[in-house]
């Protein structure tokens, strides 16, 4: 029989280390959150991004001396009908096979001895409990007793015509929303999407039907088409859920739905937008308890950390993250944040939405409707004795020049901006009418940056089809980065009002590279293909540079200009390449 083990949580968390899957600092702060919040220390790890859940899976059963089940999970058709579904659902448990004495029972929590008791109850058999992940149980069990969502749409139409069926008004689209189709549907769906780790669901008419689309780490995919006729209905279930008004369609709206799933408490954003053919829902799943990683597992490298976290050192200036939507800006600077030194500094950040809560840090709800925009609130908290402050976005000339001159007289402030590469987030505030001599002095760095899918750890994308625990090769997102860190010759050249290229230039000389050489750092180190590379990066401003005798644009991988001839880097005579002013060579110590 299992046993509770008084230091299990512990236990778990020494074999992950001794794995080396988890850090010791990770484990630490993990097994605090664990006693704050009384969840599992499988589940924190697992939402804090430390490990995933096979990992977890994997180390509970060797903790327990039970066998560890792979995904994927399949229960045969005998074990199944032993096990009632309600029960199943309730407990988390998958019934692989059946003997005439014994049941296999895949647990996500196999400690749970009542569950164990309930089973071999129910079915007059001993139970075999074998370990799994919450994520392989869960499929399983879709698998094993869900509804499709394609059968479930199905019957909608039957459903609305017991209640005037067609688009007929307010009053029967409220009806329609409250059938038990479209709320079955509705609640699936929402599950669905965070079983399969979407950060977005996309509900948008097109000729003739309603697809329904997931963003799942990044890219769009179809999951479901809607009957036409059906549109009105499951929108205005979201919308009843989100406590926006339905007669409502002409104009947007927002809303948030509160999910509870897995023991997480997730928040879902929705927002309507009216279109041509009717209306558009986008619902944006946040999970708060899931914070961004720490900096250094972000994906820089090496140089670039040690230079970002030189500027936080600092404590004074402006750090940007600057790149398009989507590509990972607000985690970068929550990262930032988690270095700060929250117990002894006043640390706060306006956001627009706040995503994630962070322990010792005062975070203010930009709400422009109310009044409370981004200048406002920035003034509001320099009368605060701040000493860092984290701005959702520079959206305007007003915002940067409160941002900058907060900078110049010493406070260190975080925000992002919308620019294709780190130089281009200058040229951005010189062109909103920031001053140059302020922008000079204010800005600390930028961290430019894109997101490319990781290989899955399990199947290293060898499947295209994907395996268990991804769908085409690739499981999760990392970034790609430069990092320009403002210097006296660059500080100059923006007084001067230099080009962009000029200031490119001085940048690359200071040691910032580009996106692209970053990119081909995660291919070198497996961490991404060179596919998704190319699909991220098809075109990026910055791959070229100007030469310094013409003046023509050179790819920054060239070894000299293409148009006149001149080198681009000093080498010596044994090959090697040598940093200006450099009077020796690093590796013959031939005098240059």
Not at 381 to 386: E, G, K, T
Not at 549 to 575: E, H, I, K, T
């Amino acid at each position: 029989m299992l046993a509770r083990h008084p230091r299990a949580p512990v236990v778990l968390g020494r074999l992950l280390v001794d794995q080396g899957l988890l850090g010791e600092g990770a484990l630490a702060a993990a097994l605090e959150q664990q006693r704050e919040e009384g969840r599992r220390l499988g589940e924190v790890l697992v939402a804090r991004g430390h490990v995933d859940g096979e990992a977890v899976a994997r180390a509970l059963a060797t903790q327990l001396g039970l066998p560890y089940a792979p995904p994927p999970l399949a229960a045969e058709p005998e074990a199944r009908d032993l096990v009632r579904p309600t029960l199943a659902r309730e407990r988390r448990v998958v019934p692989l096979a059946a003997s005439p004495r014994s049941v296999r029972l895949a647990m996500a929590d196999p400690l749970d001895l009542g569950t164990v008791d309930d089973v071999r109850f129910q079915t007059g058999r001993r139970v075999e409990a074998v370990v799994a992940s919450v994520t392989a149980v869960e499929r399983a069990l879709t698998s094993a007793y869900g509804e499709s969502l394609a059968r479930l749409a199905g019957e909608i139409p039957a459903a609305r015509a017991e209640t005037a069926a067609a688009d007929l008004g307010d009053h029967a689209a409220e009806e329609a929303s409250r059938s038990a189709p479209v709320v079955r549907l509705v609640d699936h769906l929402l599950e669905r999407a965070v079983d399969e780790r979407a950060s977005d669901i996309h509900i948008e008419e097109r000729a003739g039907d309603v697809r329904v689309r997931f963003r799942v780490d990044g890219l769009l995919r179809e999951v479901l088409e809607l009957p036409q006729g059906a549109r009105r209905a499951v929108l205005s279930r979201i919308k009843v859920l989100a406590g926006m008004d339905i007669s409502v369609r002409r104009r947007p709206q927002d809303g948030a739905i509160p999910l509870e799933r897995d023991g997480r408490r997730l928040t879902l954003r929705v927002s309507t937008l009216p279109v041509e053919s009717g209306e558009k829902g986008v619902v944006r799943v946040l999970d708060p308890r899931e914070s961004p990683p720490d900096l250094g597992a972000i994906g820089l490298a090496p140089d670039d950390l040690a230079r970002v976290r030189g500027v936080l050192r600092g404590m004074q200036g402006v750090l940007l993250a600057a790149g398009p939507t989507g590509s990972g800006k607000s985690s970068t600077l929550h990262s930032a944040l988690s270095e700060v030194d929250r117990e002894r500094l006043n640390v706060v950040t306006l956001e627009d939405p706040i995503e994630w809560r962070m322990p010792g840090v005062s975070q203010v709800q930009v709400r422009p409707r109310a009044g409370l925009t981004f200048p406002v609130a920035l003034r509001a908290v320099l009368r605060q004795d701040p000493d860092v402050m984290m701005v959702g976005e520079i959206r305007d000339r007003e915002t940067a020049e409160i941002a900058m001159a907060a900078a110049v007289t010493g406070h260190l402030v975080l925000s992002t901006i919308h620019t294709v590469d780190a130089p281009g987030a200058i040229t951005r505030l010189l062109n909103m009418g920031v001053p140059s001599y302020l922008v000079a002095g204010g800005l600390a760095g930028v961290i430019a940056q894109r997101l490319v899918r990781r290989v899955c750890p399990a199947c290293r994308g060898r499947s295209a089809s994907g395996c268990g625990r991804c769908t085409d090769g690739y499981r999760g997102r990392i970034g790609v980065f430069q990092v320009l860190v403002m210097t006296d010759a660059l500080r100059d050249e923006v007084v001067r009002g230099a080009s962009t290229g000029r200031v490119r230039q001085l940048a690359r000389d200071a040691g910032m590279g580009s996106i692209s050489e970053d990119a081909r750092r995660q291919v070198a180190e497996g961490v991404t293909t060179p596919h998704e590379v190319g699909r991220v990066l098809q075109s990026e401003a910055g791959a070229a540079l100007p030469c310094r005798a013409c003046a023509r644009p050179c790819p920054v991988d060239a070894a000299g200009c293409p148009w006149c001839g001149l080198a681009r880097a000093r080498s010596c005579a044994c090959g090697a390449a040598l940093d200006s002013g450099w009077r020796f060579c690093p590796a013959c110590l031939r005098k240059q």
